[in-house]
């Protein structure tokens, strides 16, 4: 909507009041373009590398410059979730977060305080590893196992093996 628009014809087409809105239309609309990119700088998802810059050192969560800033804002985001009590749930919304597109099935053994987690991609078991080491609480203990499955003669055959 215009400047123009909200005062009386006779006033906005007068040739100087005309002129002056037309420039303080510019200023105004570059106004609303950076509070827009602020507004985005105030949000982890939305964030450029200046405002996960400031998030990091806000969650304590240390600067790597090796990494993407997808990858960094995954770190912030799960350092922000860490401070909840975690459930199963959770737990898989996490694991969905760091690990993209792998299968995992989650046994809660709660009256261990424990978390299993079975994974079927090795390529992911690093990083899974990583991430719930960087943001569990001290009192829940997450065993990580890798599963693999065979099929022979027209049966499967199932082997884990314990991170």
Same mark, same amino acid.
């Given at each position: 909507?215009?400047?123009?628009?909200?005062?009386?014809?006779?006033?906005?087409? @007068? =040739?100087?009041? !005309?002129?002056?809105? #037309? &420039?303080?239309?510019?200023?105004?609309?570059?106004? %609303?373009?950076? *509070? /827009?990119?602020?507004?985005?700088?105030?949000?982890?998802?939305?964030?450029?590398?200046?405002?996960?810059?400031?998030? @990091? =050192?806000?969650? !304590?969560?240390?600067? #790597? &410059?090796?990494?993407?800033?997808?990858?960094?804002? %995954?770190?912030? *985001? /799960?350092?922000?979730?860490?401070?909840?009590?975690?459930?199963?749930?959770?737990?898989?919304?996490?694991?969905?977060?760091?690990?993209?597109?792998?299968?995992?099935?989650?046994?809660?053994?709660?009256?261990?305080?424990?978390?299993?987690?079975?994974?079927?991609?090795?390529?992911?078991?690093?990083?899974?590893?990583?991430?719930?080491?960087?943001?569990?609480?001290?009192?829940?203990?997450?065993?990580?196992?890798?599963?693999?499955?065979?099929?022979?003669?027209?049966?499967?055959?199932?082997?884990?093996?314990?991170?």
């Amino acid at each position: 909507m215009a400047l123009k628009d909200n005062l009386p014809a006779f006033v906005a087409n @007068e =040739k100087y009041t !005309s002129e002056i809105l #037309n &420039a303080l239309e510019f200023e105004l609309d570059k106004i %609303k373009l950076r *509070i /827009n990119e602020m507004l985005l700088e105030c949000c982890v998802t939305t964030c450029t590398n200046e405002g996960i810059t400031r998030f @990091e =050192k806000d969650y !304590s969560v240390s600067h #790597n &410059a090796n990494l993407t800033l997808d990858e960094r804002k %995954k770190r912030v *985001i /799960n350092k922000m979730l860490s401070k909840k009590r975690l459930t199963k749930e959770e737990l898989s919304d996490f694991i969905k977060r760091n690990i993209n597109n792998t299968q995992y099935y989650i046994t809660n053994m709660a009256e261990q305080y424990k978390f299993q987690v079975r994974l079927s991609d090795e390529n992911h078991k690093e990083n899974l590893y990583d991430a719930l080491f960087n943001v569990r609480p001290a009192n829940l203990i997450f065993e990580v196992i890798l599963v693999s499955y065979e099929k022979r003669c027209g049966t499967f055959k199932c082997s884990e093996q314990t991170v």
